[in-house]
């Protein structure tokens, strides 16, 4: 599947001197379009603005674990059938700490699913996203585009837009900020943010290895940070290694047989040798959520509202159902006859999300902290932790509905044509 062509609009709004949505979402990544898809039966008016063409947009080498709520919410929306052929289901998650012999195995029987998780490569999710959007005449997808200026006033949102070289002008009820960790829109709303860079980085790569993956993900604990594969189809893997800073930068510096020796040395050798298919990336780690998820006529969803450590795979997935319990909370709003934009409806979104959000920061925040410790008793303290995981199982139970984002208020997308 190529990356989809958005048509030129009909109701082209470059041609107007101005044109009113009823919202504006800024960012078209996977969090942003999941929004735009799950409101398109909504009866709202909208745009997405995104910087790069959709082409660009999609073409990201990474892969995300893609938990069992997030499956849930590309069902109703109708998209569940696209990109199930195109992903990975996982039979088995192993968890170990370090060497320590006893593992913790999660399999779907524990939760009576037909997957503990899944592996969805960022290209897959935004094709399918962005077709969503095609012939939809509520949606205008301007890709790519740039958000020039804001300004909020108590009525309505004032919005400048460069796209084609062209500048116009339009006005919004509320303003969706889905543009990343480092959102403009956040910090000209000045949100303040609590949180902090950890002293560690992930490097990530694709590799084929000379055994079959056997479709299990495997998290191993080390005292430097966690180290995840997930299983690609084809019979890939993706890593996402965890190391201090400073060594993660050495890491990329080494030639690729050196590299490749230190990769063995986390990875092991229970798939045989290792061929690297993708060029090895860093990027920073930090935990950050933002005191306030929303302001009059402005909405923060993903990245721009939060960001976690990424051991356990949370982070995308909290992103999906920050979007989804959005498209709900402003369709039950606009069907009520509430003005969207209005504080009191988006602080029902904040309510539902921040709690829920905070919940897993703190968990990926502990679990990095308990398992990057050398302090004896801690050691053995989560190794009896290990022990119990194993063998009792309410907690696995409890674990993995945890991890598979099964708890708490779930998202209800209103039915409509992409259902």
């Known amino acids: 599947m190529t990356a989809v062509q958005i048509r030129p609009q009909a109701k082209n709004p470059s041609s107007q001197p101005t044109r009113h949505y009823d919202l504006i979402i800024v960012g078209g990544g996977i969090v942003g379009l999941t929004l735009a898809s799950a409101l398109r039966s909504s009866g709202l008016i909208l745009a997405v603005v995104e910087a790069q063409t959709p082409a ?10 893609f938990s069992l709520a997030s499956q849930e919410i590309f069902k109703q929306l109708g998209l569940w059938s696209i990109v199930s052929p195109q992903i990975t289901h996982f039979d088995r998650v192993c968890l170990s700490d370090a060497d320590y012999p006893v593992k913790v195995n999660f399999r779907p029987t524990h939760l009576g699913t037909e997957a503990v998780c899944y592996a969805a490569e960022h290209r897959v999710l935004m094709e399918a996203l962005q077709a969503s959007l095609v012939d939809c005449p509520t949606i205008d997808y301007l890709a790519p585009a740039t958000l020039e200026a804001v300004q909020h006033t108590p009525n309505q949102v004032q919005c400048e837009i460069t796209q084609h070289d062209q500048r116009w002008y339009c006005t919004a009820d509320l303003m969706v900020a889905a543009d990343g960790a480092r959102s403009r829109l956040r910090q000209q709303a000045d949100i303040p943010t609590f949180g902090w860079q950890y002293w560690q980085a992930c490097i990530t790569t694709v590799l084929a290895p000379e055994k079959s993956h056997q479709n299990t993900a495997y998290e191993r604990f080390w005292p430097s940070g966690p ?18 800073q400073a060594d993660a930068e050495a890491l990329l510096q080494l030639p690729p047989d050196q590299f490749m020796a230190e990769l063995k040395g986390r990875y092991g050798d229970q798939m045989g040798d290792l061929k690297i298919l993708s060029k090895p990336l860093m990027f920073p780690v930090r935990l950050m959520q933002s005191r306030q998820y929303v302001q009059p006529r402005l909405a923060l969803v993903g990245d721009a509202a939060h960001c976690c450590h990424p051991v356990g795979g949370q982070g995308l997935n909290m992103g999906i159902r920050d979007a989804a319990a959005l498209a709900e909370t402003l369709t039950a709003a606009n069907r009520r006859g509430e003005a969207i934009g209005d504080l009191q409806v988006l602080k029902r979104y904040e309510r539902w999300r921040q709690r829920e959000n905070w919940f897993i920061l703190s968990m990926t925040d502990f679990l990095n902290r308990t398992f990057s410790n050398h302090w004896l008793p801690l050691v053995w303290l989560r190794r009896l932790g290990i022990h119990l995981l194993e063998s009792v199982s309410p907690l696995k139970w409890l674990a993995l509905t945890i991890m598979t984002g099964r708890f708490g208020r779930h998202p209800q997308i209103p039915p409509g044509e992409h259902s």
């Open 56 to 65: 660009q947009a999609a073409s990201r080498e990474r892969a995300y674990a």
């Open 227 to 244: 180290f995840a594969i997930l299983p690609l189809p084809g019979d890939r893997c993706q890593i996402v290694w965890t190391a201090p």
